[in-house]
C-alpha cells in the first residue's frame, strides 16, 4: 500500500461497526425499501425462514439461528454460500454483501478521509449560471387546472429538450413538463444520498442482476451523463436503414447529428485526459487495438469533473437543461415541473387521436425543498390541452405511459436493450485519485463486432466515486475487503460496455412500477467476458499490481514485477486470465452494470413490426410521437445522447414541417 492511514487511523478504521452506525442503517434500509415488491417479498420470505431452528440448520448447518451467530461464524456462513452448488445461496451471499457494501461505502466517512477523498463544493468551485425556468405553479383546489397549448412534450431529457428548443424556434407554443424537478449548479453534485432525485428510485431487472440507472430530474439523462458525446456509428446507421428506415444513411440524419453537435459545441480539443484515460489510449496503442478520443459536449471547456454522474457543478457540460430548454423557454416554451402524467387522452370518436395529457402536479416545500413525500406536499390536478403530443419520458416511463393510454400495440415495451457492462477495477503503485479528471474521454472500439453481424464490447474508462468503485471490489471477508478498500486512491475502474444482441421487456405491475425482464443471454456474456480479458490485458500491460474484475469467484491478481518486464505471456497472469476466459458470467451469482436503456418504443417501417413510424407518430394513432432512446430499433452500441439528440431533432422538424402544411 503506497499511502497507508496513520496507525490510530488505521485502527479506528478496523473497529469501525458499520451496524453501530445510524446512517448506514438507515441506508440499508432505504435499499431494501426501493426493491420491487416481487424481491422483497421473495427475500423477507427466505429471511423468515433461515431464522427458524429447522430453516438455520439446513440453510447454515447450525441449530442456532444466525442472527444469534457471532460475527466469525456469520461470516464463514455467508462465505460457505458463496461456494454453494444451488444457485439459490449464492444469490442469497451476493445480495448481503452488496447491501452492506452499499451501505458502507455510502456512509464511511474515514475511508474518504484517508483517501483524501474531495467532492467539488462551496466557494473554491464557482457554480456555473441558473436559468430562469419561470416554471407554472397551481393552487391547491379540488377542479383540475386546464392549460392550452400547441405541443405537450413529456420528459425533459435529451430528447424532449431538444423537441422543445426545435418546435418553440418555429414558432409554436410549447409546454415542457416532466414529474422531476430541477436542481441548480449550486446544489451540484447531489451527495449520494439524495440520489433518488436524481434518479429513477430503485430500479432493477426481474432477478436482480442488473442494477439500472436513468435518469429521473430536470433534464434527464442529459444531467447526470457523462459528457460521451459519440455519433451514430456507420454500420448501426446501416443496420436500421436495413430495416427499411432509409433516412439513417441519407445526408438528412447526418445534417440532424451536425446540428446538435454544433449547438453543444461537441469537441476534443481542450480534452486533457486523466490516468484512467491515458491508460486506455495509451494501452490501446501498445496493444495495436483501434481506440479514439470521445468528444465532449462542453463547448470547448476542459471540463475536468469526475462527478457529472450526480450533476454538473460548472454549468460546463451542455446537457438539456444548461442549454437546449433555456433556448426553448427564449423562444417562449413554458415548464411546468413536478407534473407526474398519467394518461394521454384520446377524443371519444374512438379513432385514437390525441387531446392532451393529464397527470397530477406536486408543489416544491414551502422551503424550495423536496424531502417531504410528495403526498404530504400541495398536488392538483392537471390537464394540457394539445394539438400534439410528445412523449419523451425515456425507454423505461415511455412504453408504461403509452400502456397507462390503453394502446394495445404488441411491441409496446418489448425489444429492449440494456448495453449490460462488465466490470474490473485495476489498483496501481501509485496514486491515481481517479475521481478527479474528465471521466470518459477515450474508448477502445476494437472489440465492438466480435460475431461479425455489429455485436461486440466498447472498452471506456468508468465513474471512480467511493460508492461505484469500492462497491464493485470483491466481498471474501470483512478483513479482506477493508484492506482492498485502503486502496482505493490508487484505483482505477473499467468498463466493457455491450453492444447486445438480445433483447428484455418492460410492463406494468399491478402497484403500477415497471417489471423488467432483462437477463444478459450467455450469448452476450461471452462477449462481456472476452471485454474484461481485454481490460485486464491493458492494465496489466500499463502497470495494474492488482486487478478485481467484478465476478464471482474469481480471485484478483496481483503481480509487482517492473511494467518494463511484462508481457501479455508472463506465465502466472496468463494462468489466472485462463480462469477468467472460462467464466460464464452466470447472472445467478453476478451483476451488470446499466446505464443506457434503448428500444421499447421501437421505431419501424410498418406497423406489424415496431410502435413508432420514420417521423416518430406511434402507430395507430393521431398527433402522438415518441422522441427518446426507446425508438431505437436496437443497440445503439455507443453512449446514446447524441443519437436521441439527432433522432428528436428529425422528429421535431418532421412535426414543425407538417403543423406549417396544416395552416395552409
Known sequence: MRYPPTINQFREYLAFRPVEDPKFVSIVKQTMSKLPNSSKSQLRSLLNFIVTRFGSLLCTWHLRPLTEQPAHIRESIIKSWYQAWLPLWHTLAMSFSMLAKVGWTQSNQLLRQISNYSVPNGEADTPGLTPNFNFMQFSSTPETAVIE????????????????????????????????????????????????????????????SVPILAGSCWGGGGTVNWSVSLRTQDFVCREWASKGLGFFTAPDYQRSLDRVCDFMGVGSSRIRHDHANKLVLDGAEKMGWKAEVCPQNTKGAEHSCGHCGYGCRSGEKQGPATSWLPTAGKAGAQFIEGLDVSEILFDSSGSKQATGVIGVWTAREADGNIHTPRDQRTQRQVYIKAKKVIVACGTVNSPLLLMRSHLKNP????????????????????????????????????????????????????????????????????????????????????????RDRDTGSISVGSNGQPIIKYTPSAFDRKHIVQGL???????????????????????????????????????????????????????????????????????SSTSADGVVDDRGKVWGTENVYVADASVFPSASGVNPMVTVMAIADRIARSLVAYLRSAKR
Not at 420528459?155 to 423537441?163: A, F, M, R, T
Not at 407554443?173 to 446544489?187: A, E, L, M, S
Not at 418489448?414 to 485495476?426: E, F, I, R, S, Y
Request: overall charge negative; hydrophobic content about 40%.
Open 533 to 603: 480479458v481485454a481490460i485486464a490485458k491493458l492494465c496489466y500491460i500499463q502497470g495494474a499490481v492488482e486487478l478485481f474484475p467484478y465476478i464471482a469467484n474469481l480471485p484478483p491478481f496481483e503481480c509487482h514485477k517492473p511494467v518494463e518486464a511484462r508481457t501479455i505471456e508472463d506465465k502466472d497472469f496468463a494462468g489466472w486470465l485462463q480462469g477468467l476466459k472460462k467464466h460464464d458470467m452466470n447472472p445467478a451469482g453476478n451483476f451488470f452494470g446499466c446505464a443506457h436503456q434503448m428500444g421499447t418504443c421501437r421505431m
Open 149 to 208: 397549448t400547441d405541443v405537450v412534450i413529456v420528459g425533459s431529457g435529451c430528447g424532449g429538450g431538444v423537441c422543445a428548443k426545435v418546435i418553440a424556434e418555429a414558432g409554436h407554443r410549447v409546454v415542457v413538463v416532466d414529474k422531476g424537478y430541477y436542481i441548480p449548479p449550486c446544489q451540484m453534485p447531489v451527495p449520494v444520498d439524495d440520489a433518488e432525485y436524481l434518479y429513477e428510485s430503485g430500479l432493477s431487472n426481474a432477478d436482480g
Open 411 to 498: 411491441h409496446i415495451g418489448k425489444n429492449l436493450h440494456m448495453h449490460p457492462t462488465g466490470v474490473l477495477v485495476a489498483a496501481f503503485d501509485h496514486d491515481v485519485q481517479g475521481w478527479n479528471g474528465s471521466i470518459v474521454t477515450g474508448v477502445i472500439t476494437e472489440f465492438e463486432n466480435m460475431d461479425g453481424e455489429g455485436h461486440g464490447v466498447k472498452i471506456e474508462a468508468s465513474g471512480t466515486l467511493p460508492h461505484m468503485t469500492v462497491l464493485t471490489l470483491p466481498w471474501r471477508g470483512a478483513l479482506q475487503y477493508k484492506l482492498a478498500a485502503l486502496k482505493y486512491r490508487q484505483m482505477n475502474s473499467f468498463g466493457a460496455i455491450l
